[in-house]
């Protein structure tokens, strides 16, 4: 007993520390991914979605490595408060990745339409709305359930507990699904040329299956597990770490040239920066404010 116990704190010492090392390093790319974005490179449709997947990939990995230096400096366990917190901007970056595949999706497999119908600053006022609305999914059915206060009051908690898994899971199937279609179109069926940013949502879609997934499960079946599988947390935590962290790395390898060594800022660029490009019948992609 006493050995299981003993490896149970090895384990959950090394994935806390993974985690921690994963996140700093991953808050340091979203934070040059956020810079560059944010005032070096001119925003188009889809690259306002890429900055504020960015923003809350930094606040996400920013209260990830808040907490855990807490947690190493007063030896205090993971509360309550603490996933309540991160896992808002959690949401918030599954929100913004199911709206960036849905739209690429649409941009590329009705251009005509799209160009046609788009309202100029969709992008941005889509981004202010799912700031605005994951607030409350998120806060309501975590204090309803207790997370926030103590109290529970089962049939309420149950009632917004299973909206907000509801939510979740249809955003993790618009953005998965908007990943499939969006390989099969341009790999068998479109004959223009591979469309921007189709890399960038085909990878975050692969991320999002291997990594976002288990800290969504966590969310829907937290008393569950707590109890049959206490090491389940951390591990979900690390591959949330993983996901936000990955995704500067991948711009970084979408926009690098093999054999040249250019300045970052260049390479963010070329990876993320949006040009007018001729879809359709010659139609080209809004550009300017969005």
């Known amino acids: 007993m ?140 975590a204090n309803a359930c207790g997370l926030l206060r103590e109290g529970t009051r089962l049939l309420v908690c149950i009632r917004y507990h299973a909206v907000s898994v509801t939510w979740l899971l249809s955003l993790a199937c618009v953005a998965l699904g908007a990943c499939l279609v969006l390989f099969i179109w341009v790999n068998c069926c479109s004959q223009r040329p591979r469309p921007k940013f189709c890399g960038i949502v085909q990878g975050s879609g692969v991320l999002l299956l291997f990594c976002r997934l288990p800290f969504i499960l966590y969310w829907s079946l937290r008393p569950i597990l707590n109890f049959l599988l206490p090491i389940f947390l951390p591990l979900a935590t690390l591959l949330a770490c993983i996901d936000s962290s990955a995704k500067p790395l991948m711009y970084f390898v979408m926009g690098r040239q093999p054999g040249h060594r250019e300045p970052l800022r260049t390479v963010l660029q070329r990876a993320l920066g949006e040009r007018s490009q001729p879809g359709a019948g010659g139609l080209s992609l809004p550009m300017g404010p969005v």
Request: aromatic letters at 14%; hydrophobic letters at 55%.
């Open 2 to 141: 006493l050995g299981i116990l003993s490896l149970w704190r090895t384990v959950n010492s090394v994935l806390f520390y993974l985690t921690l090392v994963i996140a700093v390093g991953g808050l340091l790319g979203n934070g040059l991914v956020l810079w560059n974005l944010g005032f070096h490179i001119k925003k188009g449709p889809f690259n306002t979605y890429l900055l504020h997947l960015a923003a809350a990939d930094f606040l996400f990995l920013s209260c990830q490595v808040a907490f855990s230096v807490v947690q190493a400096a007063l030896g205090s366990s993971q509360d309550t408060l603490y996933f309540v917190v991160t896992f808002l901007w959690f949401s918030a970056g599954l929100w913004l990745l199911a709206v960036l595949g849905a739209e690429r999706c649409l941009s590329d497999i009705f251009p005509s339409c799209y160009q046609r119908c788009r309202p100029r600053h969709a992008s941005t006022g889509l981004c202010v709305l799912v700031w605005a609305l994951t607030l409350p999914a998120v806060l309501l059915p």
